[in-house]
């Protein structure tokens, strides 16, 4: 969980009613997921509950599965203080299975409906509920959560989505959400004139080794022409051990020139807290994942591995950029003071947040209320979302020819004496 634990001490300063959104966001984030069975985040403990006395015109929202391994399980009328902050935050959250058909809305998270057998499903549906599908992952990493068949059974079952893709019922910002656009007055630059000398090169925090976006291969093409500093649980030190005061990822990935925000899979709009963490602070992200990054970003924003033919083409400009700090200047000064604030629209207005806006669903009147059935919510979770990377640097799976692979990876990398001896001023 070495996310979840730098994340969360930084959350401890920040005293906001959705702190547990944004926390939920970072340990629900697929990569850590199977960490976090281990070590699942709080819900109930971290999130203070007001016990409504009168519930009159409330909502009630059922948890009817665990939530990243946790069991929910709240005392009856329970509402979560920051739902305050809603425009509409009558809604209850309820655990108790035993009249499935009184709540307003069932919430099933996938990855807890796992090894979910017949008697598992609610017994009992009325017509007017809504059964909610929640995922915060991205497909190509839930491929595996269950068996192909156990996805026709969820066929007509669902009425809304909750995920991070805008296009769902309800869109889920906790990645996005971690923007902090108020940053830009915390930039170091200006303040001390050797921020750029003093910063180490390239930063990569992993702690899963084997992705379907075959991230670790691209780092390891890169790294044959620049160094790489690595942390995370892939044969690399855990910074959250190494770093003896409080595990403080932001000051680590702010010592940098550059942060690999690199994601598990190229799927549409999936991007991560790994992308967030670097915008909030002095570091050019490096991004490769499947999102449009221009369409939410300002172009110079982020450096993006498909913009380049190869990792080595990639290491020239890279280097250009260290060699010339106006160049690189270039892609943080969208954020520097005096810039106008660049927001993600959606992503930290109350309204839009996901329990706010399903409280608002629920509330809707007779003429205006969403009647919505999924025929197949695997087709519409996995068709067409994800894709191979567009520039050459995965070992293709079933290769035939591994003589042409071979030559088309000489030709991107460059034969291995060429290789440059850069050394990290870490
Ligand atoms: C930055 O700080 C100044 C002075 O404290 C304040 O007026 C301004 O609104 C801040 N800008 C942002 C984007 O937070
Ligand atoms: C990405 O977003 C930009 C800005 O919205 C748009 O102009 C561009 O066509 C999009 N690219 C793709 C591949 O959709
Ligand atoms: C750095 O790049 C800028 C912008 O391209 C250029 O004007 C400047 O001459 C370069 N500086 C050096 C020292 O090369
Ligand atoms: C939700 O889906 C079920 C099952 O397909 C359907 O019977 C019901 O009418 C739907 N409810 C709403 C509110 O759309
Ligand atoms: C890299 O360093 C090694 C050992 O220090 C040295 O033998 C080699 O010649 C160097 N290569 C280049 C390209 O400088």
């Not at 910002?173 to 902090?180: D, Q, W």
Request: charged share 25%.
């Amino acid at each position: 969980m070495l996310s979840c634990n730098g994340e969360h001490s930084r959350l401890k300063s920040i005293n906001s009613a959705f702190t547990l959104i944004v926390f939920l966001g970072c340990c629900f984030s697929g990569l850590f997921y199977r960490e976090s069975r281990k070590n699942a985040p709080e819900f109930q403990k971290k999130t203070p509950f007001f016990s409504r006395k009168d519930t009159e015109g409330y909502k009630k929202i059922l948890f009817w599965t665990a939530w990243n391994a946790q069991r929910m399980s709240f005392s009856p009328n329970n509402q979560p203080d920051w739902l305050d902050e809603c425009p509409e935050s009558r809604c209850l959250f309820v655990s108790s299975k035993k009249r499935p058909q009184d709540a307003d809305a069932v919430f099933f998270s996938m990855p807890d409906l796992y090894h979910f057998g017949e008697g598992d499903l609610p017994g009992a549906r009325t017509k007017d509920q809504y059964y909610i599908f929640h995922l915060d992952e991205s497909p190509d990493t839930t491929k595996e959560l269950m068996p192909w068949h156990k996805w026709g059974a969820l066929d007509n079952f669902f009425n809304l989505t909750m995920t991070y893709r805008r296009d769902s019922d309800i869109f889920s910002e906790v990645y996005l959400s971690g923007y902090e656009p108020h940053i830009m007055n915390l930039t170091t630059r200006g303040t001390d004139p050797l921020w750029f000398e003093g910063k180490r090169d390239i930063l990569w925090l992993v702690s899963h080794c084997h992705t379907a976006s075959k991230r670790e291969e691209y780092v390891r093409r890169l790294s044959h022409y620049l160094k790489v500093d690595e942390y995370g649980k892939c044969d690399a030190p855990d910074p959250c051990r190494t770093q003896r005061k409080n595990c403080d990822l932001a000051n680590l990935v702010g010592k940098y020139k550059f942060y690999l925000s690199f994601e598990n899979s190229f799927c549409n709009e999936y991007v991560t807290e790994k992308l967030t963490r670097a915008l909030n602070t002095d570091v050019v992200p490096i991004v490769l994942g499947g999102a449009n990054y221009s369409s939410f970003l300002p172009k110079s924003a982020v450096i993006n591995i498909e913009d380049f033919a190869s990792p080595k083409n990639l290491a020239k400009y890279l280097e250009s950029l260290m060699e010339n700090v106006t160049l690189y200047e270039s892609h943080l000064s969208w954020k520097y003071p005096g810039q106008p604030l660049w927001t993600i629209p959606g992503t930290r207005e109350p309204q839009y947040r996901r329990f706010c806006k399903l409280c608002e669903i629920l509330h809707r009147p007779p003429e205006q209320r969403i009647e919505k059935i999924y025929p197949s919510v695997k087709d519409w979770w996995f068709d067409g979302q994800c894709r191979e990377p567009r520039v050459p640097f995965k070992r293709a799976q079933h290769s035939r020819n591994e003589a042409y692979l071979q030559n088309v990876f000489v030709d991107t990398l460059g034969a291995p004496e060429s290789r440059k001896n850069k050394t990290s001023k870490a």
